[in-house]
């Protein structure tokens, strides 16, 4: 098994290709009053990310927590320039779900293998939600391949 170079197969809720560098939380992700809308970035008091920005990152999360106002918050990341690049995400609920395709971001869910488990932050991912496609290349391997 090649473990620098992963693929995941799953169902897709927003059609689009996009790739960029993994930002991965085991917390869901409360939209409304949990970003900032501006910035994309994650501000509730006790998740693990608080600070970091999901703006251009193919974001893998285990999916929405909050109020319906989710798929307002997210929305307004695409309006401001700061969405992120993908969406991956294991539980499906009509809040992620209006979110994903308000947001625009190629999203997938329903996956062959936890990506949770296997993405980490800073892994390069590449998503084919048109192909229900998730191509991973482990950081570590970025980083020979580059020096």
Do not use: Y
């Amino acid at each position: 098994m090649n473990t620098s170079h992963l693929t995941l197969r799953g169902r897709c809720v927003v059609p689009g290709v996009a790739e960029g560098e993994a930002l991965v939380t085991h917390d869901r992700i409360s939209g409304w009053g949990g970003i900032d809308s501006r910035t994309g970035t994650i501000v509730e008091v006790r998740h693990a990310l608080r600070g970091v920005s999901f703006a251009g990152k193919v974001l893998v999360f285990p999916g929405a927590k909050g109020s319906s106002g989710w798929s307002n918050a997210f929305h307004l990341t695409r309006t401001f320039g700061v969405a992120p690049a993908a969406m991956l995400f294991t539980e499906m609920t009509t809040k992620i779900a209006l979110g994903a395709v308000v947001t625009r971001a190629p999203a997938l869910t329903d996956f062959d293998g936890d990506p949770l488990a296997l993405i980490e932050t800073g892994d390069w991912v590449r998503v084919d939600a048109d192909r229900g496609l998730v191509e991973i290349t482990k950081a570590a391997q970025r980083s020979k391949a580059s020096s």
